[in-house]
């Protein structure tokens, strides 16, 4: 049997102690369900409390899940209510556009995609699938959020991010600042051929009526069918069908 890693067996105690969460369980008793050494559980689980993925009771030294383990419970919940909600938002994109159409939240320092419907043109360009984190900028939804924030944010995730956007065919940041001033003037992103070579997108950020930001509408296709004319024409659809949505909807923040 392979001998597991420190990161595996940190997991294994916090599924054990999930497992536990309502009535708790104690230190030796993690030892003895998993077959770990005190002190390398210790160790562990020491950690993990530390991270706040886990949390120790004084009074009967139990332990029990953590505040973080309660907010990312929240944060799926929440993205996986808002990717519902906006189903039939991308599905009315991707029907009037005939192109696969992308739904991305800021995570961290990330776009994460939460939302993906297809269309109906023979060649689709489902550049990322449910579930990809990317640098925010890399994609067109990212980018268009990048533009509707203040400078000063802006700047923080481009300075962030500078040496992971190396990684995606040399994005250099002067590039990107000069996308995001296009990107404020014509109210529209365009990237293309950085996450998935030969595929262009055009982003939108999708806010509600009180104007927060709530995550960012693109649509993807292949770069010859990406022209310049073609381009404004899938903004404009996804800024009507925006539009549409929040007529019907209420759509609240996050």
Known sequence: MATLTSVQKAVRILKTIEQHHESGIRLVDICAELS???????????????????TRQPRNKKYHLGAYCRQLGETLQAHSSLAARCSPLLKRISARSEDASFLVVI????????????????IQALAIPVGNRQPIGVGAGGLAMLADLDHETTEHYLRANRSRFLKYKSLKLDELRMRIEKAKKKGYAVIGSHAVSGVVG??????????????????????????QKRQELVARIIKEEIAAFLDKRSLAKG
């Open 36 to 54: 770990l050494e005190k002190p390398t559980a210790l160790r562990l689980v020491t950690q993990l409390v530390k991270e706040q993925l886990v």
């Open 107 to 122: 995570q961290g320092l990330d776009t994460l995609c939460i939302g993906r419907e297809a269309g109906s043109y023979p």
């Open 202 to 227: 055009v982003g939108v950020t999708l806010k509600n009526r009180e104007e927060e930001i709530v995550g960012g509408i693109s649509v993807a296709s292949l770069d010859y069918r990406m022209t």
